[in-house]
C-alpha cells in the first residue's frame, strides 16, 4: 500500500511522521474523506473547498489544492480498487510540546482504504450528548473526533451503526459521521448550518437534487418522522428502520427510495457535481 507523504509516494509500513506531529498531541488537524470509484474520486473539488474552509477555520495555511489533487491521484494509481475511501489529513505539523503552533509546516497524508457499498437501511440511536452550535470548531471537520468515536461506541454497542447528537439548544443535529434527513407529510427536511452540523457534501447535494429544506427540528422529531435517511460520503443516502427503540418498518420508504434513485443517477452521470 502505498501513501502519500512529504510530497511524493512512499510506502505505508515505512512512512512517518513525528510523534509530536501537532495532529497527534492536539488534534490540531482537518481531513476529509473522499468515495473513489473505480480510481476516480468523487466530488473532489466540493472536498477540496471545504478542506480549505475547515484549515482556515483552525487558521492552518490554505492546502495546496493542485497538490493534493496529485496526491489523490498518485495514491488511487498505486493502489488499484474497484470502491475506495481516500482520507486526506492535513495537520499542523511537528513543534514543541504544548498547543502553540510551531514553526515547521503543515504534513499533509493522502491515503486510500477499499470499501464497500453500505446496506439500504441501517439502525440509529440518539445520545444524550450535545453538539455545540456555537464552539470554535464547528462546521470544521478537524481531526478531533474523539467524541464521535465515543459516540459510535455506544452505537454499535446497542446494534446500530450511527448515533445522532442533539444541539445544546435540543435541535436535532447531525451523526457522528453523516447527516440526517427526515420526511413529514411527504416533504424533506434537514437541521440548518446553524444547528452546528457539518456542511456534508452528500447532504449539499441531497439537498440540491430533492429539494429538501433546511428546517430547524425538535430532537423529538424522530419520534413522529414518517421517515428517516442519513447522508455521508460512504453511505450516500442510507435509509433508517430503527431510532432508539422505534421500528420504522418498511424502510427505505417511498421518499427516501426516491432520493436514493435520484442520488444515484445524479451521482452517476458526474464525478464531481
Ligand atoms: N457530519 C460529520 C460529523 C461527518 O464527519 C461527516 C462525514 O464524515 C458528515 C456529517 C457527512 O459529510 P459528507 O457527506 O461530506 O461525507
Not at 98 to 115: C, K, N, Q, Y
Not at 205 to 229: H, K, N, S, Y
Request: proline share 6%; glycine share 12%.
Amino acid at each position: 500500500m502505498k501513501i502519500w507523504l512529504d510530497g511524493g509516494l512512499q510506502d505505508m509500513e515505512s512512512a512517518r511522521v513525528s510523534v509530536f506531529d501537532h495532529g497527534l498531541t492536539v488534534g490540531d488537524g482537518i481531513f476529509e474523506t473522499v468515495k473513489a470509484v473505480d480510481g476516480r474520486p468523487f466530488a473532489l473539488t466540493r472536498h477540496l473547498d471545504r478542506l480549505t474552509r475547515s484549515a482556515r477555520g483552525l487558521g492552518l495555511p490554505d492546502p495546496d489544492h493542485d497538490e493534493v489533487r496529485r496526491a489523490c491521484a498518485a495514491v488511487l494509481e498505486a493502489n488499484p480498487m474497484p470502491l475506495g475511501r481516500l482520507r486526506i489529513t492535513y495537520t499542523g505539523g511537528h513543534g514543541p510540546l504544548g498547543s502553540d503552533r510551531g514553526e515547521h509546516g503543515p504534513t499533509l497524508v493522502v491515503a486510500v482504504g477499499a470499501t464497500t457499498r453500505r446496506p439500504d437501511s441501517t439502525a440509529v440511536i440518539t445520545v444524550p450528548w450535545t453538539r455545540n452550535e456555537r464552539g470554535a470548531l464547528t462546521g470544521l471537520k478537524t481531526t478531533s473526533y474523539a467524541e464521535n468515536v465515543v459516540a459510535l461506541a455506544r452505537a454499535r454497542e446497542q446494534g446500530a451503526s450511527e448515533a445522532l447528537f442533539g444541539n445544546t439548544v435540543g435541535q436535532l443535529c447531525e451523526g457522528t459521521g453523516s447527516n440526517v434527513f427526515v420526511v413529514l407529510d411527504g416533504e424533506i427536511h434537514t437541521p440548518p448550518l446553524a444547528s452546528g452540523c457539518l456542511a456534508g457534501i452528500t447532504r449539499a447535494l441531497a439537498i440540491e437534487w430533492t429539494g429538501a429544506e433546511e428546517t430547524d427540528l425538535p430532537l423529538d422529531v424522530l419520534e413522529r418522522a414518517d421517515e428517516v435517511f442519513l447522508t455521508s460520503t460512504l453511505r450516500d443516502v442510507q435509509a433508517v428502520h430503527r431510532v432508539d427503540g422505534r421500528e420504522l418498518p418498511g424502510a427505505p420508504g417511498p421518499v427516501t427510495a426516491k432520493a436514493m434513485r435520484i442520488f444515484e443517477e445524479r451521482s452517476g452521470d458526474d464525478l464531481d457535481p
